[in-house]
């Protein structure tokens, strides 16, 4: 964390992105006098800094941060104070001190200083935040729930260089004349002293992309916009004069040389129509994948006359349940896994926990029930996704049999799923060294390979401790490896109710942070009874660390209630009984290196092994589609943020189903998005317009950075929040959400499953 303009630019943190990797993040203070519409004042508690303070060097300023719900309720503002101040003593701001040489060519010829500290932000649960204090204002101003898109825009304007609604839809045009003139009007908007260096340019090509959507929309890329400059720089100086960039950009627009007509024709492969929300045009859809998500798609897409195609680029349906590690299953119980339109049939045998491949035999009756194995194309996949050159619809390019081909269609629907592609493996140094084995959970898939040796198991989520526990069957020595521990939740909560009823219930539900979501009523309520959720909390982890007899020095450092939403494992005993027997040993900490006969972690310790397991989860990839197309989809280091985990706004056309949101019932999930679909393409339910979506996410995503834990998922990830998940695609498609009334005890306390839904699917279907 650095002072001035970085400290600026640290501004960016509180909507763009919230500590991925631990990096400090600052928010310069901003005037009163930039409060607009729809900001809310925080107050830093305490007297102002005065500025002479600043030279002190024990400086110490203790105050608090009232979150906005104070400015509104007494009572709340005096709860707040009692419970964050008197309590927590969390809003106190002791404030270090940073010294900033600040050099001239290489010489440092004075010194700056900056006075920093943490504060908290955010409600319900409050995330650090590493300030600078610009010691002329005692006043932080951040966005509150109710802010409209134009006050973020002033502030970008005024203030902050907020970067949020870049690709609002564009203006009208506000140049006149023939397209020449228009051009040589953006060039002089730009110019700096009568020639366009490469930063001003930046700014001009996204005037261009505005002014000519068509042709140049995509030209805000700067994959694309290198390009256009070096073939528009005529005497490759550097810098754009006005002819050079009127008659380059004309050039490009009406191209008459080769260089000139490759370059628009790479532009057209990244060049999207306008986001339309009337789709009487579907008649044909390319799904991508033929996992449960994939599956319930074309279903629901054929029930209302719509062609499907799906590509699969393994041998059947059923996706990571084809194959996966060693003995793997379900962690739920299966009426929590079940499609919502077909539930397991009576004489269908299988386990309570159903191992995987009784769980890949039900997708498979699935997919011949609904004869889906007829519009499958197995063994194929999909290599390249083009937008149709302007037009509405996608060119899909596929590979079979090393045959390249392509297909048109008029939607497209991506179900490549969170979880089976490609594996993340953080691989240390000298891992060419080591002569053992390196695995992926998702490549463990016999543990006899394990059969008498040395295993190291890296991570600490339920892939790697299941992996830990079969390895333990069969080797001679087993060390799981893991950089933080995560609460196990038990099947049985003390060993006699099903977890299903804390989780899965409205009740249970409501202990969770609330959603932006939530009616005043609701807030307030959450708010005033956060001692009571707390102790809850505190007596589940109490509960948890009891059932599964956790050493202290493997409490997790996160609540439960924050926890499980980093992936959570519902585990039975037997990691706990290795552990005690001494069967698995465990230790926290990560493999710095690799040596022949094992791997050294970062304390030094050394570990010998025959084979290391990495459980360390999977990255996301969608390469399938263009870089700028990428851009477009706006992914950020905490995931995808799409309008209801669906629908990118500012890419036509294309739905991502399954594979981006997590529940801990995902195929009823998938269910609930895939009927979302149905409605939204047969026109039975409209879109918000475009500047509403956006906002949508926003809310979504401010929501998420404030109290989830980061990670490169955040953006999909919904866990135990599923019922409010749920709760937002049943009102969209214009259902009751309460789905157990008038059984008011049944709608508090019982459960959802996907038999809740049912009647939703048999109405869908008639
Ligand atoms: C071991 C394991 C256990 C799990 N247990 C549970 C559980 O208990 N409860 C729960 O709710 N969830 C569980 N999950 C989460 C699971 O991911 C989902 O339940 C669900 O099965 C995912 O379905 P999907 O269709 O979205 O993705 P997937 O099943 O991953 O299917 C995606 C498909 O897309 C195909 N594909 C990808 N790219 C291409 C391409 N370019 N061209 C063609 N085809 C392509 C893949 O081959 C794959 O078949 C578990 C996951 C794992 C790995
Ligand atoms: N039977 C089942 O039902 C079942 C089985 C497997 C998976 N799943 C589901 O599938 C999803 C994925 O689970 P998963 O366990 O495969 O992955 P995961 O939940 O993403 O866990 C990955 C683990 O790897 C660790 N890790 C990541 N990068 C690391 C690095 N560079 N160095 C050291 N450690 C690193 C993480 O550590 P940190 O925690 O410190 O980030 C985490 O513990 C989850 O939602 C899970 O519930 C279900």
Redesign the pocket.
């Known amino acids: 964390m650095t002072h001035g303009d970085k400290a600026r630019e640290g501004a960016l943190a509180i909507s763009e992105q919230v500590d991925l990797i631990g990096r400090a993040q600052a928010i310069t203070p901003l005037h009163r006098n930039s409060l607009v519409d729809g900001w809310r004042l925080l107050d830093i508690g305490g007297p102002k800094i005065p500025r002479s303070d600043v030279k002190g060097t024990a400086f110490r300023k203790r105050g608090f941060i009232a979150p906005e719900e104070a400015h509104q309720d007494m009572f709340k503002a005096f709860f707040v104070i009692w419970w964050q101040v008197v309590l927590c003593r969390r809003f106190t701001v002791p404030l270090s001190r940073q010294i900033v040489p600040v050099k001239v060519d290489g010489r440092t010829v004075s010194h700056k200083t900056a006075y920093y500290g943490s504060i908290f932000v955010g409600h319900p649960k409050p995330q650090n935040f590493t300030v600078v204090f610009d010691t002329g204002s005692g006043h932080l101003f951040l966005p509150d729930r109710s802010c409209e898109v134009r006050s973020w825009l002033c502030i970008r304007r005024h203030a902050m260089g907020f970067n949020i609604y870049d690709e609002l839809p564009a203006p009208v045009s506000k140049y006149h004349g023939t397209e020449k003139q228009v051009l040589a009007e953006i060039f002089l908007q730009h110019a700096q002293g009568g020639v366009l260096p490469v930063t001003p340019w930046y700014d001009a090509s996204k005037s261009l992309a505005r002014e000519f959507p068509e042709q140049l929309g995509c030209l805000d890329d700067p994959a694309i916009l290198g390009r256009v400059f070096q073939m528009i720089d005529d005497n490759h100086d550097g810098i754009l004069d006005q002819d050079e960039f009127v008659n380059g950009i004309h050039e490009l627009l009406h191209p008459t040389t080769q260089e000139a007509k490759t370059l628009r024709a790479r532009i057209a492969k990244a060049v999207l129509p306008a986001v339309e929300n009337d789709f009487g045009h579907v008649k044909s859809v390319a799904i991508i994948g033929a996992g449960v998500a994939g599956l319930q798609v074309a279903r629901r897409l054929m029930e209302i006359g719509i062609s499907c195609t799906i590509f699969e680029k393994s041998e059947n349906v059923g996706g990571c349940w084809q194959k ?2 060693a003995d ?5 119980p299966r009426e929590l896994f079940e499609f919502p339109d077909f539930p397991y049939p009576d004489d269908f045998k299988c386990d309570l926990f159903p191992t ?1 491949p009784e769980v890949q035999a039900y997708i498979e009756l699935y997919a011949k029930t609904f004869k889906l194995y007829d519009i499958a194309q197995f063994k194929t996949t999909v290599v390249e996704l083009q937008p149709s050159g302007g037009q509405r619809g996608w060119t899909v390019v596929f590979e079979k049999e090393k045959q390249r081909s392509s297909k048109a269609f008029d939607y497209l629907v991506v179900a490549t799923g ?2 089976s592609w490609p594996p ?1 493996i ?1 691989l240390a140094r000298d891992a060419s060294k080591f002569k053992g084995q390196i695995l992926h ?2 490549t463990f898939t016999d543990r006899k390979v394990a059969s008498g040796k040395k295993v190291v198991v ?9 992996n830990a526990v079969s390895a333990a069957k069969e080797g001679s020595q087993t060390t799981l ?6 609460w196990p939740v038990p099947r049985y909560l003390l060993n006699l109710v099903p977890f299903k009823y804390a989780t899965y219930s409205r009740f249970g539900h409501w202990f969770l942070h609330p959603h932006h979501g939530e009616g005043a009523t609701s807030t307030w309520l959450h708010g005033t009874c956060a001692p009571v959720k707390w102790l809850w909390w505190r007596a589940v982890e109490f509960m948890f660390r009891g059932q599964f007899q956790i050493p202290s020095s493997m409490i997790p450092e996160e609540g439960v209630e924050t926890d499980l939403f ?5 585990l039975n005993y037997d990691f706990r009984d290795m552990l005690n027997s001494g069967k698995i040993q465990t230790i926290c900490g ?2 710095d290196k690799f040596t022949e006969t094992g791997v050294v972690l970062v304390d030094g310790k050394e570990l010998d092994a025959d084979m290391v397991i ?5 990255a996301k990839n969608y390469d399938i589609f263009d870089k700028v197309i990428q851009k477009k989809l706006n992914i950020q280091k905490d995931g995808l943020y799409l309008y209801r985990n669906v629908i990118p706004p500012q890419v036509p056309d294309v739905a991502f189903i399954g594979c981006e949101v ?1 529940t ?1 019932n995902n195929i009823l999930t998938h269910g609930l998005q895939a009927l979302w679909l149905q409605k939204m393409l047969s026109g039975q339910m409209r879109l918000p317009k475009p500047g509403s979506t956006e906002k949508a996410i926003q809310k979504e995503q401010a929501w998420k950075r404030t109290w989830m ?1 980061p ?1 490169s ?1 955040r953006a999909s990830l919904y ?1 135990l929040h599923m019922t409010k998940y749920h709760d937002m695609l049943v009102d969209d498609i214009g259902a009751k959400r309460f789905r157990k009334m008038p059984n008011c005890f049944g709608e508090l306390f019982m459960p959802y499953t996907a038999r809740d839904f049912a009647g939703l699917f048999t109405e869908a279907s008639k």
């Open positions: 996966n590690y793997f299953g379900l962690q739920v995987g969170m979880y993340h953080p959970s998702c890296v991570g600490g989520g339920k892939s790697a401790v299941d490896v893991c950089r933080s521990w995560h980093s992936g959570g494992q519902i990560a493999i990495y459980g360390t989860g999977f997590s801990f834990p990670a998922s866990q």
